[in-house]
């Protein structure tokens, strides 16, 4: 499966049903997450975008409203005691294209509880929009991949969702669903619901509008592994490799893999911690959310800076960036004219980089749990079809001063 020169109404017609109900456009996908046109015909593992985020948190109810406050995230549906779900609840919300579904079990016997109390708040389930479900699943069978739930139907009077679910790394699962015959607000079992929460006067519509990537941190000398599944399994391409001294500090170092669909909708960036002579930041999630997991989710936006003002508003911390990282003349050579002055960015404490392709702008959130394993990006593409490689070692010296605060590294 490779990348070939469409036209553009090949892209246009391949938007998904949700970017089209964010009003999204082709063009705009391309900027926000580095869309790019391919040939779908050889596909063997049709994926025609992101359907939903899963949370496990320990409070579904309060979380839900800190991304409603915080993120800028709108409630669309639920499901809980009060629409027959006896053992949890869930909230689904969406901001743009991106939908996030925070999950909190009930019933003591819920085994949410269970995945709770061993990996604190984290991801559970990265659904996948596929066009055939079946299909999809006959592939992954025929390539060894732990199929855990079978294709099969729900349906209510809105129509009928087909989906089923394949095993990841650690207790990560990716369930494919196929939505095309279905006009429910989320799924069978759920209700629209809308918040009672009321942005403050002057938010933006939207802080961000897409989901740009999804990473997932792994155990040492088990990267290769995973990457060869999203290759065989899901015919998934390599898009970037960073090893060695593009990824390391005077302290630690990882290795990092990206793997990504046909038109890079979707991509996942793997990563493994490499031997060093203290812990990474892989070894410190690893350690403290109990093995594999998704680290962290990078959130697309056109307005990088009003979308960090308004998190900051709402409590969100991000991490420090020392003002030498601006001050450096190399990073003035490098990086060129962007579209904000440099002080602009040095005061929100933005980071930026540019590639062959262009330029994009990023940030990262602290941990938003209490324990120091998921934490969010914010991203602002700008041509570039990266992920800021040249502003590794300045992130990872961030997080290693957070680390040392915590007694981890």
């Not at 939908?99 to 003591?108: D, K, L, T």
């Not at 990078?298 to 800076?305: E, V, W, Y």
């Not at 969100?316 to 450096?328: A, I, M, S």
């Amino acid at each position: 499966m490779t990348d070939t020169a469409q036209p553009t109404d090949v892209l246009t017609e391949s938007l998904t049903a949700d970017e089209r109900l964010a009003d999204l456009s082709a063009d705009q996908l391309r900027q926000l997450v580095g869309l790019v046109d391919y040939d779908a015909a050889g596909d063997v593992f049709p994926v025609t975008g992101w359907d939903a985020v899963h949370w496990v948190v320990g409070n579904a109810t309060q979380t839900a409203k800190h991304y409603q406050a915080a993120f800028g995230m709108r409630l669309e549906a639920y499901a809980g005691p009060e629409t027959g779900q006896r053992e949890h609840v869930s909230y689904v919300l969406r901001s743009g294209s991106c939908r996030f579904v925070v999950s909190g079990g009930v019933a003591p016997t819920s085994p949410l509880l269970e995945h709770h109390r061993r990996h604190g708040d984290g991801v559970s389930d990265i659904s996948l929009e596929v066009p055939d479900v079946d299909a999809c699943i006959r592939h992954a069978r025929s390539v060894g991949a732990v199929v855990l739930t079978e294709p099969h139907d729900l349906g209510d009077e809105h129509g009928t969702v087909r989906t089923a679910t394949i095993a990841a790394y650690g207790d990560t699962v990716h369930t494919l669903v196929d939505r095309s015959r279905y006009t429910g607000p989320y799924l069978p079992g759920y209700v629209a619901r809308t918040s009672t929460y009321r942005p403050r006067e002057g938010s933006p519509r939207r802080i961000f509008q897409a989901l740009d990537h999804v990473v997932g941190n792994v155990e040492l000398g088990q990267m290769d592994q995973w990457v060869r599944f999203y290759n065989e399994v899901m015919g998934f391409t390599n898009m970037a490799e960073f090893i060695g001294d593009d990824i390391a500090t005077d302290y630690s170092a990882l290795m990092s893999k990206v793997v990504a669909n046909g038109n890079h909708r979707v991509k996942f960036p793997l990563n493994e911690p490499a031997v060093a002579s203290r812990r990474s930041q892989i070894d410190e999630f690893l350690e403290f959310y109990d093995g594999p997991g998704a680290q962290h989710l990078a959130l697309a936006t056109n307005d990088i800076l009003t979308a960090v003002d308004q998190m900051r508003a709402e409590g969100v911390e991000f991490l420090d960036t020392p003002g030498t990282y601006y001050t450096d003349p190399r990073l003035r050579a490098r990086i060129g004219n962007v579209r904000v002055p440099i002080e602009e960015l040095q005061s929100r404490g933005i980071l930026v980089d540019r590639d062959e392709d262009g330029y994009l702008l990023q940030i990262f959130t602290k941990p938003l749990g209490d324990r120091p394993t998921v934490f969010f990006e914010l991203i602002e593409r700008h041509g570039s079809l990266g992920f800021g490689k040249g502003n590794f070692k300045a992130l990872f010296e961030a997080i290693e001063r957070e680390q040392e605060r915590r007694g981890n590294l």
